[in-house]
Structure formats: C-alpha cells, structure tokens
Nanobody, 114 residues
Framework: QVQLVESGGGLVQAGGSLRLSCVASGIIFSRNFLGWYRQAPGKQRELVAGITSGGRINYADSVKGRFTVSRDNAKNTVYLQMNSLKPEDTAVYYC????????WGQGTQVTVSS
C-alpha cells in the first residue's frame, strides 16, 4: 500500500519560514519524480516545486528564490523549505510521487498571516 504523509504545515506570519516534509512508503522512492503542489481556495492546484530522480529541480516563478525542494532517498523523504512566506502562499500543500503511477498525500495546511 502506497502512502505519502505530509507534515510541517501551520500558521506563520508574513516573512516567516516553514519546512514541509513528506515521507513515502510502498514505492521505490529513488525512481520517482517528487513534487510539491498547492491549492488555495477557489483556485486550481499548481506545481510549486519538483525534483526528478536525477536531482533536476524546477520551481514555480512565484516561489523562486524563496522555496527550496530537496530529497533524501535514504529516508524516503522529500522536503520543501519555505522562506520569506507571503499571505499569497496560503494554501493546502500536497506531496506527489510519480513513476509508473501518480500518488498524492493528504495535504497539509499552510496559512500565512499579514
């Protein structure tokens, strides 16, 4: 059974930082593309950051220079370090793993107050 479990969300003031973690089980973690997505109320889910099995990284323009994605294959964990948070970063953040199939976590709420 595949599971992706996110943690690290919460309430933070603008300018603050949070670190999200996503622990995966039931997949060959090292082979997967790993992505962090977010969905704000009334908006579509969007890719925030992704990291390939080979370590290639891409970011949404809105988070470049503020967010950092990383992976630890030994721990089956992907991280999203979020700095200089803005109220517009408020959303539910989801972890996604893709190889032969696509799997999603349950999401973790990030709320940034102004």
């Amino acid at each position: 059974q595949v599971q992706l479990v996110e943690s690290g969300g919460g309430l933070v003031q603008a300018g603050g930082s949070l670190r999200l973690s996503c622990v995966a089980s039931g997949i060959i973690f090292s082979r997967n593309f790993l992505g962090w997505y977010r969905q704000a109320p009334g908006k579509q889910r969007e890719l925030v950051a992704g990291i390939t099995s080979g370590g290639r990284i891409n970011y949404a323009d809105s988070v470049k220079g503020r967010f950092t994605v990383s992976r630890d294959n030994a721990k089956n964990t992907v991280y999203l370090q979020m700095n200089s948070l803005k109220p517009e970063d408020t959303a539910v953040y989801y972890c996604n793993a893709q190889y032969a199939k696509s799997y999603w976590g349950q999401g973790t709420q990030v709320t940034v107050s102004s």
